[in-house]
């Protein structure tokens, strides 16, 4: 079975390590337990929303950033466990789509193109 938390703990721990940081430094910056932080690394605790903020602000990464690589890694996790089942590979759908932005919380901004899925995004017109 893949743990989602091991995935994300594996993924905070190569981020601390190829600062050169220690989990004393960055649980402190993020003012987590230093027992807490390293039980998250490890994959033991399921980290809150709240919790992963303060450690990626204590990293200096971003959250999207940090959930793009544990999305990779789940993939991959997943595509290892078909193969090792035997089982067929799903087949792998387009999934982007382009969407604009140009502006976020009523704050103009450059122009962004975001990559969504389709069938997952609805735009509405106000």
Known sequence: M?????????????????????????????????????EVERGQKEASSELLSAICDALDVRMSELMREVSDELSLAELAASAAANEPVPPVR???????????????????????PAEAVDVVAA
Do not use: C, F, H, W
């Not at 989602?4 to 987590?32: C, F, K, M, P």
């Not at 982007?96 to 140009?102: A, I």
């Open 2 to 38: 893949i743990l989602l938390r091991r995935l994300l703990g594996d993924v905070l721990r190569r981020q601390r390590q190829r600062q050169g940081r220690t989990l004393r430094e960055v649980s402190s910056s993020a003012r987590v337990s230093l027992g807490y932080l390293s």
């Open 94 to 116: 387009p999934m982007l789509n382009s969407v604009s932005v140009t502006s976020v919380g009523g704050v103009p901004t450059e122009r962004v193109t975001i990559k969504a």
